[in-house]
């Protein structure tokens, strides 16, 4: 299993803090073979004492697309994102608004194209300091266990934000689970454009 080996917990941050590996993937020598790229994956949980774990039997490479501009609501929970949008409006106060427009959309796809798209990029790190300082017992790494999971929760609301704004399903309230539903008309409507 790659990740953290222990997937429950009990008392964490005391002397009697207790871990251990209850949770594990079974599979024959038969579908071995007709899996043989397979992998299991131990997943940060945020709310649970269990970590849950991932059995990915096609594990894929992903490859980037050429997009165009598109404004992102999630580059509203960034305090850049306004100072952006004003000085390219201000560097182009003698053109167009169409110029203007123009301008401002490739500024804020330049200055924030990496905040709406890889995260992946952004959460790994996360997961890979949550799993570092998972079995640390000393004041300093639980108090560093603790900003690293509020900084990845924060991601991951972004990541809900995100496709939120791709599925435009206004009737989804904030906080609502990230359902099969949820994907599927984002990317039924991705396939028509």
């Not at 997943?43 to 992903?62: G, K, W, Y």
């Not at 990029?121 to 266990?145: H, I, N, V, Y």
Request: charged share 30%; aromatic share 14%.
């Amino acid at each position: 299993m790659d990740g953290y080996q222990y997937t429950w917990e009990r008392s964490r941050g005391t002397v009697d803090w207790v871990e251990e590996r209850l949770d594990r993937a079974l599979a024959s020598s038969a579908w071995i073979s007709l899996f043989p790229k397979a992998r299991v994956l131990s997943l940060e949980a945020m709310c649970s004492d269990h970590l849950p774990i991932f059995l990915d039997p096609f594990p894929q490479t992903h490859y980037p697309r050429l997009k165009r501009f598109r404004f992102e609501k999630v580059w509203l929970r960034e305090q850049d994102c306004v100072e952006v949008v004003t000085k390219s409006w201000e560097l182009t106060a003698w053109l167009s608004i169409q110029s203007k427009l123009s301008f401002c959309g490739s500024e804020l796809m330049r200055w924030g194209s990496h905040l709406a798209c890889d995260f992946i990029k952004w959460l790994a790190p996360c997961k890979q300091k949550m799993g570092s300082l998972r079995g640390c017992r000393d004041q300093t790494s639980l108090a560093e266990f603790v900003e690293t999971r509020k900084r990845y929760n924060e991601l991951l609301h972004n990541h809900e934000v995100f496709w939120k704004q791709r599925s435009k399903s206004l009737w989804l309230k904030e906080g609502d689970m990230n359902s099969r539903y949820f994907h599927s008309i984002a990317f039924t409507r991705n396939e028509r454009i």
